[in-house]
């Protein structure tokens, strides 16, 4: 509560991965691949989905490298929804294995921009539709939604499998 910027957005964003990891953990193959209602939604596709994330923004956009396997060789256009799709034929120490690796490599990613400018370091790469490259605040924040939204569909998915409820 007293930290500064950077540590106050990081502290947050590590709080919704390690929600995410506790929602998502210890369950098999069919655990991970339960649905809810009419929803194709399942948690293995959210690990898969979220390590693809992780590697986007923090790896291809701020530190402007290529996309790491498996991403690099997926037609996009061919399936948008790949991420999400190709979880089920993945076991659960594969999923958690590419979530964790790409977690951490998104950690080394933060590390080197905060070294080099701070939360306000911009980028590598520019958004293709804005042309601007987002800034490390901005990557921060965005990835604190997207995983507070997540969150928010892995406690439903995963009280409906077991009854283990969230806070």
């Known amino acids: 509560m007293v930290g500064d910027e950077a540590d106050t957005l990081i502290g947050f964003l590590e709080y919704q991965r390690a929600t995410f990891a506790w929602r998502t953990g210890g369950l098999d193959a069919a655990g991970l691949s339960a649905t809810v209602a009419a929803s194709t939604m399942t948690l293995g596709g959210m690990i898969k989905h979220l390590a693809y994330v992780e590697d986007w923004w923090f790896g291809n956009f701020l530190a402007g490298v290529a996309p790491t396997p498996p991403w690099d060789t997926v037609d996009w256009d061919a399936d948008r929804d790949w991420d999400w799709h190709s979880?089920?034929?993945?076991?659960?120490?594969?999923?958690?294995?590419l979530w964790q690796e790409n977690v951490a490599r998104s950690r080394a990613a933060t590390a080197v921009a905060l070294a080099e400018g701070g939360?306000?370091?911009?980028?590598?790469?520019?958004?293709?539709?804005?042309?601007?490259?987002?800034?490390?605040?901005?990557?921060?924040?965005?990835?604190?939604?997207?995983?507070?939204?997540?969150?928010?569909?892995?406690?439903l998915i995963r009280e409906s499998i077991d009854g283990q409820v969230g806070e």
């Not at 979880?87 to 958690?96: F, G, I, K, M, Q």
């Not at 939604?145 to 969150?151: K, L, S």
């Open 119 to 155: 939360m306000g370091q911009p980028a590598r790469r520019e958004h293709r539709r804005t042309g601007q490259a987002p800034t490390l605040r901005w990557i921060v924040a965005h990835m604190i939604e997207e995983y507070a939204r997540h969150n928010g569909h892995a406690d």
């Open 87 to 97: 979880a089920a034929s993945d076991s659960p120490e594969t999923l958690h294995a």
